[in-house]
């Protein structure tokens, strides 16, 4: 997760703190399925920058 949360943390807005936690079955999940779902809960939280349309 911290790697995930490295590569993905360019495109989120500074000034916010930012906690994600780990579920047991995140352990079965691929790397990308973690970045992937990481993304997806910043961009619910309407945290990413403007110029981010992945």
């Not at 930012?18 to 619910?44: G, H, Q």
Request: net charge positive; hydrophobic share 40%; aromatic share 12%.
């Amino acid at each position: 997760m911290r790697e995930n949360f490295r590569k993905i943390s360019r495109f989120i807005k500074t000034g916010y703190l930012i906690i994600f936690t780990a579920r047991v079955k995140s352990s079965e999940a691929s790397y990308y399925d973690i970045e992937r779902d990481m993304l997806n809960a910043v961009r619910r939280a309407r945290l990413l920058k403007e110029d981010v349309k992945k």
